[in-house]
């Protein structure tokens, strides 16, 4: 079992940035994909990033590419998602995920641990 704990979110002005981590814990990572996604009131579960298991090859959908970057420190247990120049759009909770395979993925059902999630507000 993989037990994964976001933290980092919270409000932001339009523009700014904030630094989300998941750390994981009861296995290490190092073996696993782990991925991104938010979810807002009233809409499905959205991709926002994942990342292989070596950090070599990450993949961003189209609306946050340029702006959300994904990485991962293996040796601390941790993955991060860099997000710059929030967007009121932004606004969603934010789960961090882990996959039982090297690659990355992109759909939810992908994925075979979530964490809680933390709310991220980006006001205008």
């Known amino acids: 079992q993989v037990q994964l704990v976001e933290s980092g979110g919270g409000l932001v002005q339009a523009g700014g940035s904030l630094r989300l981590s998941c750390a994981a814990s009861?296995?290490?990572?190092?073996?696993?994909?782990m991925g991104w996604f938010r979810q807002a009131p009233g809409k499905e579960r959205e991709f926002v990033a994942s990342?292989?298991?070596?950090?070599?090859?990450?993949y961003n959908p189209y609306s946050v590419k340029g702006r959300f970057t994904i990485s991962r420190d293996n040796a601390k247990n941790t993955v991060y998602l860099q997000m710059n120049s929030l967007k009121p759009e932004d606004t969603a909770v934010y789960y961090c995920?882990?996959?039982?395979?090297?690659?990355?993925?992109?759909?939810?059902?992908?994925?075979?641990?979530w964490g809680q999630g933390t709310q991220v507000t980006v006001s205008s």
């Open positions: 995920a882990a996959r039982s395979v090297a690659g990355v993925g992109s759909t939810p059902n992908e994925y075979d641990y």
């Open positions: 990342i292989g298991w070596s950090g070599s090859s990450t």
């Open positions: 009861g296995r290490a990572i190092s073996g696993y994909a």
